[in-house]
């Protein structure tokens, strides 16, 4: 039975998945230090776990109502303790710690969030004319977004908040009531920098609308990635020989500016390797929602599939200069085991669902 379960894996996605993890390794190993075992072990556990999780039918969180709130509800838990009990690490309370390692919530947050969606809307797609529907799942993502907020970790509650809105737009929501939410967001977003943004926030923003206004302050890790990438070339500089990661003008240059690394030290060539392989990974992602003959699955892998892409195009759009900076990691490149047990939870319900279909 195992044996048969395993042949029915999707192996392009699951060789996509090797070939992007393993260039984020070889990123993370050029940096000269020792992080780089401890993603290896990262990634192999979230192998594990994602063939652990493949072999559940999905239908076990579709059919569970109360499984997924019970979730929900110890997830928020788990967000709240942070505020009350988490460290504070680089002057925020992301990360719980134990011993050598740390671990985010809210990573593990974003897989729960859009099962519950998918439970939702799978059930209510017809009824998508009901605001009311829109206002209790707007409801259950402003909880986290907002204690992921507070930690704070803007780029956490922006990525829910997009996610909510592409799965409203599957789902079917009306022109009239999207437009009512952009409205409401760009209020909420003006209150925020009146009365909740932190000042280094407000001048990241500021630093990516003027790069020029502080170079050699809150401008400086863009501008900083802006070299690594443009002085890569073709080819790179190799594996270790980027002056920028190399001599510390990057900062955090394993999470935030792993896209700068492999820019700097692979070159176009290398960035077009990794854009391919995630390339490949979103269509494989895109046929299961395709093929998918009912709603939980087409929208789970809808909103994982969203969750990915946010965090790629923000992530890349930081170290091309095109977006501010707000701590966003590439998926399965940037260093990490929060970031990468996401993704492989997400993926072991992606191939369980993916089990089921014949193309």
């Known amino acids: 039975m195992i044996l048969k379960k395993i042949k029915e894996m999707d192996f392009i996605l699951l060789f996509s998945v090797f070939v992007i993890s393993a260039i ?4 993370i190993y050029g940096l000269g230090n020792d992080l780089y075992i401890r993603q290896i ?5 979230g192998f594990l776990l994602m063939f652990l999780v493949s072999f559940i039918d999905w239908r076990a969180f579709r059919e569970n109502s109360y499984f997924i709130l019970i979730l929900y509800f110890f997830s928020l838990l788990s967000l709240y303790g942070l505020l009350l009990f988490g460290p504070t690490i680089k002057g925020v309370q992301r990360w719980y710690r134990i011993g050598d390692f740390s671990f985010d919530p809210a990573e593990v947050f974003k897989i729960v969030i859009v099962i519950l969606l998918a439970k939702y ?6 009824e998508m004319y009901k605001v009311s529907h829109i206002i209790f799942s707007g409801i259950y993502v402003a909880i986290p977004a907002f204690l992921i907020f507070r930690q704070p970790d803007l780029g956490s509650a922006l990525i829910l908040v997009i996610m909510w809105m592409g799965i409203l737009i599957i789902s079917g929501i009306k022109i009239k009531h999207f437009l009512a939410i952009i409205m409401l ?31 050699q302050g809150i401008g400086w890790g863009q501008n900083q990635a802006l070299i690594a990438v443009g002085s890569g070339g073709f080819w790179g500089k190799g594996i270790g020989e980027g002056t920028q990661s190399q001599l510390g003008f990057l900062p955090e240059p394993e999470t935030d500016f792993i896209f700068s690394i492999i820019g700097e030290e692979m070159g176009f060539f290398g960035v077009m390797m990794l854009l391919l392989f995630f ?10 929602i395709l093929n998918s003959k009912t709603n939980f699955p087409r929208l789970f892998v809808s909103g994982f599939a969203i969750l990915i892409i946010t965090q790629m195009f923000i992530n890349i759009g930081m170290n091309l200069g095109i977006l501010p900076i707000i701590g966003t990691p590439l998926p399965l490149v940037s260093y990490g085991g929060s970031n990468a047990l996401f993704v492989f939870l997400g993926l072991g319900i992606v191939l369980s669902i993916r089990r089921d279909m014949v193309w």
Not at 41 to 45: E, S
Not at 121 to 126: I, P, W
Not at 279 to 288: A, H, N, S, T, Y
């Open 24 to 27: 984020g390794i070889v990123s």
């Open 41 to 45: 072990g990262f990634i192999l556990g």
């Open 121 to 126: 809307f799978s059930t209510r797609h017809v």
């Open 185 to 215: 967001g760009l209020a909420v977003f003006g209150a925020g920098w009146l009365f909740f943004l932190q000042d280094y926030q407000k001048d990241r923003v500021v630093a990516f609308l003027n790069p020029e206004l502080d170079p």
């Open 279 to 288: 390339g490949i990974f979103l269509w494989r992602l895109i046929l299961v």
